[in-house]
C-alpha cells in the first residue's frame, strides 16, 4: 500500500497536478450540515458514475468576500486564462502588474483555503488552479440587519 503523504493523498499524488481533479470548482457559501448533506448527495452522485464539481465552502458571505476580493478573483481568473499553472508566483506578478509580494500573500491566502495549489518546483513555487470553471455559489436570504448566516434550504 502507497503511504499518504501529509494531506491524506498517497505518495504518487503528492503533486496536485498528478491528482484527479474534476473541470469545476464550486465555491459556496452553507452551514456545516448542509456542507455534509451535500457531501453525502455528492457521494451518491459520483458512485453513479456523474462527474461532480471540487467544493469550498465558507461559513459567511462576509468570510467568503474577505478571501474573494477583487483582486484575488482577478488572479484566479489570470490562472484560468492560462490554462491553470504559472511558471512562477514572480511571472503571475509580472502578468498582473502587481507587487511580487502582495501576489505571493495572495497566492499562499487562496492555496490555505483550498482554491488553487502550490507547487514546488527548483527555486520556484508554481501557482496550480486545475480547473477549467470556477462556479461562485452564493445564496442571500432574510435576516436581522447586520447578522452574518450561513443560508438555509
Given at each position: 500500500m502507497t503511504?499518504?503523504?501529509?494531506?491524506?493523498?498517497?505518495?504518487?499524488?503528492?503533486?496536485?497536478?498528478?491528482?484527479?481533479?474534476?473541470?469545476?470548482?464550486?465555491v459556496?457559501?452553507?452551514?456545516?450540515?448542509?456542507?455534509?448533506?451535500e457531501?453525502?448527495?455528492?457521494?451518491?452522485?459520483?458512485?453513479e458514475?456523474?462527474?461532480?464539481?471540487?467544493?469550498v465552502?465558507?461559513?459567511?458571505v462576509?468570510?467568503?468576500?474577505?478571501?474573494?476580493?477583487?483582486?484575488?478573483?482577478e488572479?484566479?481568473?489570470?490562472?484560468?486564462?492560462?490554462?491553470?499553472?504559472?511558471?512562477?508566483?514572480s511571472?503571475l506578478a509580472?502578468?498582473l502588474g502587481?507587487?511580487?509580494?502582495?501576489?505571493?500573500?495572495?497566492?499562499?491566502?487562496?492555496?490555505?483555503?483550498?482554491?488553487l495549489?502550490?507547487?514546488?518546483e527548483?527555486?520556484?513555487?508554481?501557482?496550480?488552479?486545475?480547473?477549467?470553471?470556477?462556479h461562485?455559489?452564493?445564496?442571500l436570504?432574510?435576516?436581522?440587519?447586520?447578522?452574518?448566516?450561513a443560508?438555509?434550504r
Amino acid at each position: 500500500m502507497t503511504e499518504p503523504t501529509d494531506d491524506g493523498w498517497p505518495e504518487k499524488y503528492r503533486d496536485p497536478r498528478d491528482r484527479p481533479h474534476p473541470s469545476v470548482l464550486r465555491v459556496t457559501v452553507e452551514s456545516f450540515e448542509e456542507m455534509r448533506e451535500e457531501t453525502r448527495n455528492t457521494i451518491e452522485t459520483v458512485s453513479e458514475g456523474d462527474e461532480q464539481p471540487a467544493v469550498v465552502s465558507f461559513a459567511t458571505v462576509g468570510e467568503l468576500r474577505t478571501i474573494l476580493t477583487d483582486r484575488r478573483i482577478e488572479l484566479l481568473r489570470a490562472l484560468l486564462a492560462i490554462g491553470g499553472a504559472a511558471e512562477s508566483i514572480s511571472a503571475l506578478a509580472d502578468d498582473l502588474g502587481r507587487d511580487y509580494r502582495a501576489v505571493h500573500d495572495d497566492v499562499s491566502l487562496l492555496a490555505d483555503h483550498g482554491l488553487l495549489f502550490i507547487v514546488a518546483e527548483g527555486g520556484s513555487k508554481r501557482p496550480y488552479l486545475p480547473y477549467e470553471r470556477i462556479h461562485l455559489d452564493v445564496e442571500l436570504v432574510g435576516g436581522t440587519p447586520g447578522e452574518e448566516h450561513a443560508p438555509t434550504r
